[in-house]
């Protein structure tokens, strides 16, 4: 098979080529990814380096840097490949960012992906699956949300997700189109853009700097290991039904348990090494999506947690501190981060 993952270069989209391409040796895999600020060849270093040892007929690894939102693009790549799946993991990932400035994230979220459906549709590719959030539905304040909860985005990124869904299921309900949505939960895990509240805490940590915290802590997020998303997602490629979506999550806990956990393992005491910012304007207390129907329906489960996971993950970005160094350097970095650790929003 030919499958293209879009965004491959990212956090959850490197984690799902490398899963890929090691779990199904028969297939080629393509990455289409723009190489924003949050993309990083770096992260796919291993399978680049595997290929390089190849005869160029044999290689099963294919990045092409290019957008999803251009079209002209989309259509030479699907005319000349005939892809079987396609996953798209490309968008604008930053909450605090998209606070700041919303149009990237209309241009790729919104935009790309109406891109994308056109070209699925158009070169009849037999199974699409777009990779979405529990953040479409919004703070739950009790209970949990299944796939038929409403869609009450909060934020301008988690609209831009819900605006992408709306448009994939009007797709599915006007053209029939073979669609599958995954909405997941907080991932943490390896290779995770170090603005995002775990890797920038151990980095932190490591370079003698306070952790930023917003508000309280006291936010509820349902974490989930990026390795069991992927687990799950090659499970939906595969197994699921077409025209459904599911709901991914695994445990719910504050971000300051989270904390607790990682500080723990450094040895180091939170309160002393914190410090709390304005909130996010319009901040979801609590996600807790319902992850049932996945459960049942494709007998998928967790199978890391945040006690036995989480450590490790806190041990990788201790021992590569060079993967991270290297884009906390960057200006690009700098100039979010001063915003953010201050919660500047505007
Ligand atoms: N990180 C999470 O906890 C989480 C949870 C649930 C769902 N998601 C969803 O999973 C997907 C991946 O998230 P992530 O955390 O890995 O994101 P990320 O920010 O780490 O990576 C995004 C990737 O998309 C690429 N990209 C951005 N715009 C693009 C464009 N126009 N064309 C092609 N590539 C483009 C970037 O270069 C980058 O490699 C996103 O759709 C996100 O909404 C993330």
């Known amino acids: 098979m030919n499958i293209l993952i879009t965004g491959g270069c990212g956090f959850i989209g490197s984690h799902f080529v490398r899963t890929w391409y090691n779990r199904h040796p028969e297939d080629t895999v393509f990455n289409l990814d723009l190489l924003t600020y949050a993309g990083n060849r770096?992260?796919?270093?291993?399978?680049?380096?595997?290929?390089?040892?190849?005869?160029?007929d044999v290689r099963r690894y294919h990045f092409i840097q290019g957008s999803i939102t251009n079209i002209q693009l989309l259509d030479a790549l699907f005319q000349e490949y005939h892809f079987d799946v396609v996953i798209n993991f490309a968008a604008e990932t930053h909450v605090d960012r998209s606070i700041i400035s919303m149009t990237d994230f209309i241009n790729t979220n919104v935009g790309g992906v109406r891109c994308l459906m056109e070209a699925v549709r158009t070169h009849k590719v037999p199974r699409f699956v777009h990779i979405?959030?529990?953040?479409?539905?919004?703070?739950?304040?009790?209970?949990?949300?299944?796939?038929?909860?409403?869609?009450?985005?909060?934020?301008?990124?988690?609209?831009?997700?819900?605006?992408?869904?709306?448009?994939?299921?009007?797709?599915i309900r006007t053209h029939q189109m073979p669609v599958i949505i995954v909405r997941g939960s907080n991932n943490y895990g390896t290779f995770q853009y170090p603005e995002k509240l775990i890797p920038l805490a151990i980095s932190n940590l490591i370079e003698g700097k306070k952790i930023p915290i917003h508000g309280t802590g006291k936010h509820v997020r349902s974490w989930l290991h990026?390795?069991?998303?992927?687990?799950?997602?090659?499970?939906?490629?595969?197994?699921?039904?077409?025209?459904?979506?599911?709901?991914?999550?695994?445990?719910?806990?504050?971000?300051?348990d989270v904390l607790e956990i990682?500080?723990?393992?450094?040895?180091?005491?939170?309160?002393a090494h914190s410090e709390h910012?304005?909130?996010r304007p319009g901040a979801?207390?609590?996600?807790?999506?319902?992850?049932?129907?996945?459960?049942?329906t494709l007998g998928w489960a967790p199978k890391r947690s945040l006690a036995n996971?989480?450590?490790k993950v806190v041990d990788w970005y201790l021992v590569h501190q060079d993967w991270w160094k290297k884009i906390k350097e960057k200006k690009e970095f700098q100039d979010h981060y001063e915003k953010q650790a201050k919660g500047q929003w505007y």
């Open 226 to 256: 990026v390795e069991d998303f992927c687990d799950a997602i090659d499970l939906i490629a595969h197994k699921a039904p077409i025209r459904e979506v599911f709901n991914v999550s695994a445990e719910e806990r504050t971000n300051l």
């Open 277 to 279: 910012v304005s909130d």
């Open 284 to 296: 979801d207390t609590r996600y807790s999506p319902d992850s049932t129907k996945l459960r049942t």
């Open 132 to 171: 979405s959030t529990d953040e479409v539905y919004g703070s739950v304040d009790a209970g949990s949300a299944n796939e038929e909860a409403a869609l009450r985005p909060s934020n301008p990124y988690s609209s831009s997700k819900a605006a992408a869904d709306l448009i994939v299921l009007s797709f």
């Open 42 to 56: 770096d992260n796919l270093a291993d399978i680049e380096a595997n290929e390089r040892l190849l005869d160029i």
């Open 309 to 311: 996971d989480l450590p």
């Open 262 to 271: 990682l500080t723990k393992h450094l040895k180091k005491d939170l309160a």
